[in-house]
């Protein structure tokens, strides 16, 4: 299995956002719950961001788009798909993360906000999607940069 930090790269080659995006999962910590929680909550804050823009229907069928996409690369994501409606229920995209060894849940978590912000880009393009969602990316990577890696 080739390990996660080479599939994150793979993501989406010569995505400036790609980087921010595994900082952001990795900054939750390595136990695929922590990476499970970490992304259900930058999903909350993506959704606060686009909630006025495109509704919350709006905003379910993007993170449905983008689990669909996504589990063509990593399977075990379509099993969260069918809580994704009208309304972003992330307890099944939580727990089929949790599920996951750690190398495979953070490359899935990471795979899955790059498709994301792939499809919102091609949406409403990538310097408004970029706009849209940079409070969210400088927030996580501080959040990184202060959190305390002492045993």
């Known amino acids: 299995m080739p ?7 793979d993501i989406s080659a010569g995505s400036h956002d790609t980087q921010r995006i595994a900082t952001a999962v990795a900054s939750g910590g390595t136990d695929t719950a ?25 905003v ?26 009208a309304a972003m ?8 993360i949790a599920a996951q060894d750690n190398a495979e849940a ?15 880009g091609r949406l409403i393009g990538a310097s408004l999607m970029e706009r849209l969602l940079r409070s969210i990316w400088t927030r996580d990577s501080s959040s990184a940069s202060t959190q ?3 045993p």
């Open 34 to 58: 922590q990476i499970a929680d970490t992304l259900v909550a930058i999903y909350a804050q993506i959704e606060a961001a686009l909630v006025p823009i495109v509704g919350s229907r709006g």
């Open 60 to 85: 379910a069928a993007l993170c449905k788009r983008s689990v669909y996409v996504a589990g063509q690369t990593h399977p075990w994501l379509l099993d969260s798909r069918q809580d994704l409606q």
């Open 89 to 96: 229920d992330l307890t099944a995209l939580r727990s089929a």
């Open 3 to 9: 390990n996660s930090s080479a599939r994150v790269s």
């Open 106 to 120: 953070a490359a899935g978590a990471a795979f899955l906000l790059q498709t994301f912000c792939d499809v919102l």
């Open 148 to 150: 305390d890696i002492s």
